[in-house]
């Protein structure tokens, strides 16, 4: 095979790849504590935007939060003042 030939090149560059940096990552969400996958094209997209920090939520939490900051949650909202507090068994 002749020097410079683009079969079984492992050089990006060669292949015309485009080497952005970016490696897939592996992150932690800050709601469910679940791993989640970071990919680079997902990193591509946030650099693209602007974004210099790395997603603190899962995609499935950051549907949620934003479901319920539209005010479209599935779930019903429980505000903390409007919980009773009483021993199990109490008669309300």
């Given at each position: 095979m002749k020097r410079g030939t683009l079969q079984g090149s492992n050089n990006s560059a060669e292949r015309g790849?485009?080497?952005t940096g970016f490696q897939t990552k592996v992150l932690i969400c800050a709601d469910c504590h679940e791993e989640f996958v970071f990919t680079v094209a997902a990193q591509e997209y946030?650099?693209?935007k602007?974004?210099?920090e790395d997603p603190k939520l899962c995609k499935s939490c950051y549907?949620?939060?934003k479901k319920v900051k539209k005010?479209?949650?599935k779930e019903p909202v429980v505000?903390?003042?409007s919980l009773?507090?009483?021993q199990p068994g109490d008669v309300l």
């Open positions: 790849i485009m080497d946030f650099a693209e602007g974004y210099t549907m949620q939060r005010g479209h949650a505000l903390a003042d009773t507090v009483g």
